[in-house]
């Protein structure tokens, strides 16, 4: 094929290409308009969009401006004094009054002071068990109110760690069958450091 000169494109060859043209389907109308050729290979590089205020999720917030919304509280409003106080009574009513009154005696006591957690529950579990199979009623579980303050442990450790607990692994298997009321104990049984656990009869 014979090199074409500098004059480029011959009347024939400029014919033949603009009726290629007109039957094509433009790629960038743009380039079209504006009389530039197209540039094979190559695919304009998208622009970023600008972010949308609108679709923030939250507000803008400046250095030293105040947060509006309210901080939670660091404890439950309800602690956990409350929430035994107004479970629902699960025993017989008289009985019941009796009891938070301090005006039934205990027919045997486990001490859980100075015991860590992997210590008391299997000790609980045995004392309960055991009380139920004997036929008693009402058993003290005494835990302590918990250290008064933080002693500088790398974890810190919740005051009253055992209080907190011994609810808790009452209602839950195995205990639970055989506990039917938890209640915290009068002044006279050791109060906010006691329960009182009102078993079941055995069957």
Do not use: C, N
Not at 148 to 173: F, M, T
């Amino acid at each position: 094929m014979a090199r074409r000169g500098k004059k480029g494109l011959s009347a024939d060859d400029k014919a033949l290409w603009d009726r290629v043209a007109q039957s094509a389907t433009p790629l960038h109308p743009a380039r079209l308009r504006s009389g530039l050729p197209e540039m094979p290979g190559k695919k304009p590089t998208p622009k970023p969009k600008a972010p949308d205020p609108a679709g923030d999720r939250l507000p803008a917030f400046r250095i030293g401006e105040k947060a509006t919304h309210a901080a939670h509280p660091p404890h439950p409003v309800q602690d956990l004094s409350a929430r035994l106080a107004h479970a629902p009574v699960r025993m017989d009513h008289g009985a019941h009054r009796k009891m938070i009154r301090g005006k039934l005696t205990p027919e045997a006591r486990l001490d859980l002071h100075g015991m860590t957690l992997g210590q008391a529950h299997p000790v609980l579990i045995r004392f309960i068990l055991a009380a139920h199979a004997e036929g008693k009623r009402l058993v003290l579980v005494i835990t302590g109110k918990g250290k008064d303050r933080d002693e500088g442990d790398p974890i810190p450790i919740r005051r009253g760690v055992l209080r907190h607990q011994v609810p808790g692994w009452l209602h839950a298997p195995p205990l639970g069958a055989v506990v039917l009321d938890i209640r915290e104990a009068h002044q006279r049984h050791g109060g906010g450091g006691a329960y009182y656990v009102y078993l079941r009869k055995p069957r």
